[in-house]
């Protein structure tokens, strides 16, 4: 019975993050119509002018990086708490040098990959895309980069969701299911919560493979840091990737992107077997004695 309380359970956290989006909408709704109706204004043209507030990039912008400081500070107390030190790992062998190395080398390609099922949705759904488009440009996450959007989308996101997908989600998610069934359902509620097909789509994929991270690398900094390395590369590294034309320069970078994230996997890996031979020694050596 437990373990069909923990299965439902599992969906409060994205319930609850949806939440918050909502509650710092309308918090500065509410203070947006307050101060209209101190300037006299009737409600019809009170509500206008909300709306026409509300569209501004940079209010939206706001909306995000308030949201993302509620989910950060909720899920992060949580995982803390209630769930034995998510944010911090009970031990330093957890940390594997190689497994950080492996996960800087797997980014590019997690990032192509990305882009290449962004493309194919494209062409399938090309007003998908438009949409996709819009929504960007109206959260001010546009082509213009600002100190803001940076905050938001390589900072604040990435430790905000990890905190609630992979701290919570997945966590509770172990307690009733194998990790397999569990990682599907978290990648799965992640992808929802982005709320439209084309960031669904990858970061359904993006939420595998962070939860694969997560549990393999034995602490959530893990999936944190190819969060961070993620974005990072989505907001400041593409423009720069996009400026390659010459055939020969794709096809050098497109061969690096593979090599990489091949080592990577075998960084990981490997990082993956040592730390279980630290963890089995002890046994060994115990039984030895005995």
Sequence with gaps: MKKVGNFFLMFVPSIVVLSFQYFAMFFIMGICMLFLFAKGQGFMEAYNSMVEFLLNPDVNLTLLLMFSTMTICSCGLLCHYRYGGGIVPPEKKEFNPLQFAGILLIVPGAQILSNL????????????????????????????????????????????????????????????????????????????????????SYAFVLGLILGFVCEKGGSIYYAIFLHFLFNFWGTIIAPFVAELTHPAAILLFFAAVIACTIIGLLLFIKG???????????????????
Excluded: C
């Design 272 to 290: 993956m077997k040592q730390k279980e031979a630290k963890r089995l020694r002890p046994i060994q050596l115990e039984n030895v004695h005995a």
């Design 117 to 200: 099922m962004v493309s194919v949705i494209a062409a399938l759904m090309p007003s998908a895309l438009t949409a996709y488009e819009e929504l960007l440009e109206a959260s001010g996450m546009g082509d213009e980069l600002s100190i803001a959007m940076i905050l938001y989308s390589v900072i604040l996101a990435p430790i905000g969701e990890e905190l609630a997908f992979r701290g919570l989600t997945l966590r509770i998610g172990r307690k009733a299911l194998p990790f397999w069934a569990a990682n599907l359902i978290q990648a799965f509620l992640f992808g929802v919560f982005h709320m439209n097909i084309i960031q669904g």
